[in-house]
């Protein structure tokens, strides 16, 4: 499970990487290769990109081929190897994988318990986030303690693979090609795409709350990426155990690579059974959708994290939730997880300051 110690080896890194003089890192946000290497990766753009996401691609097949029938399940161990390798496996077949156990149940309570003065201001929703149901935000500023979910380690692994190298729809000369001429001119091949924090929020369904519209998030994008292109990594944790009968997540398996016109039923789908600390993940072209609540009596909790391309606007606005007299004082991976760093040479600077730190910007 991540721990707050692999919290902490984050925000070393992003301190010294910065520190070193990495603030004006071109192609990345501070996320992608974790270990002895990233500050070396994150204070120069141009150094070639991580040779592991070229290694998947060359064996892709046989990394599939082991795979089970099914929503495959993956056990979270950070010492296993493997475990990011089958999960990007999972997700090329099938579009969505679930992390089991990736943090404590202990982590969850206390995310609950940050956010349960909002949760229970919430108004309850309906039509397409379906009736009996709650959307809570900004947890980046409301609970530190879901830092351990916003900044898993596994999960800015899969980012920088699916997002930021695109390893499901690009080999590493294909990303070349998608360099602007000046910018390539400049600095040589595009080796990596920026990506960040796209929204936060907690999802309860209560009791009798019913099946919501099976959609793919791609599809609200003013820009139809036509399956084509990942700009949007989609996550909901299980803050409690996640069952059929009380709503799991459902995802419809192998519908990334579905045509646009053609829809799912609910008898397409599969529900995201797993325990409380779980996470499931799918991709923006994947057909999902929350299950429904068929218990008298007992609410269903989950966590929705998002990640986008650095290039588009957030779904939830991150400067406005989590604005920078209060990110002041969070670690420094989550400020920049936020948005406060630039992307690219010119884009998002403050006055004449790049704003990886917003304390530097507000001082308390």
């Known amino acids: 499970m991540a721990t707050n110690a692999d ?3 984050l925000q070393a890194e992003a301190e010294a990487a910065v520190a070193a003089g990495a603030e004006g890192t071109e192609h990345r946000w501070p996320f992608g290769v974790h270990g002895e290497d990233w500050r070396k990766e994150v204070a120069d753009a141009a150094q070639p990109p991580d040779e592991r996401w070229c290694e998947f691609q060359r064996r892709q097949s046989e990394w599939e081929a082991q795979l089970p029938e099914g929503l495959v399940s993956v056990e979270y161990d950070k010492d296993d190897p493997t475990v990011i390798e089958r999960c990007l496996a999972a997700m090329g077949r099938d579009g969505a994988v679930c992390l089991r156990n990736a943090v404590s149940a202990e982590t969850c309570d206390q995310v609950l318990r940050d956010m349960e003065p909002y949760m229970d ?12 149901s709650k959307r809570i935000g900004a947890l980046p500023a409301r609970s530190r303690a879901s830092d351990c979910m916003v900044a898993h380690p596994a999960l800015m692994k899969l980012c920088d693979a699916l997002i930021g190298r695109q390893v499901l729809r690009f080999d590493k000369e294909g990303l070349a090609e998608l360099a602007s001429k000046p910018m390539a001119s400049k600095r040589g091949p595009l080796k990596q795409l920026p990506w960040g924090l796209d929204l936060t929020q907690i999802i309860t369904l209560g009791p009798g709350a019913e099946q919501q519209i099976l959609h793919h998030d791609g599809a609200y994008c003013l820009w139809d990426f036509h399956r084509t292109f990942e700009h949007k990594i989609s996550t909901v944790w299980a803050l409690d155990e996640f069952t059929e009968e009380v709503g799991a997540t459902r995802v419809v398996l192998g519908s990334q690579d579905w045509s646009r016109d053609r829809a ?20 923006n072209s994947t057909i999902h959708g929350s299950g429904p609540n068929l218990t008298p009596d007992k609410n269903r909790i989950g966590l929705n994290i998002d990640y986008n391309l650095g290039l588009l606007r957030t779904e939830e606005n991150q400067y406005l939730s989590c604005p920078p007299e209060v990110m002041c004082d969070a670690p420094v991976y989550m400020q920049r997880l936020c948005g406060y760093t630039k992307v690219g040479a010119c884009r998002s600077f403050a006055g004449k300051k790049t704003p990886s730190f917003c304390a530097s910007l507000y001082q308390k």
């Open 264 to 283: 799912a039923t609910l008898e397409d789908s599969v529900a995201a059974v797993m325990p409380k600390g779980s996470v499931v993940i799918y991709t």
């Open 121 to 132: 201001r919430g108004s309850l929703l309906d039509g397409f986030f379906g009736k009996r």
């Open 7 to 9: 919290l902490d080896a």
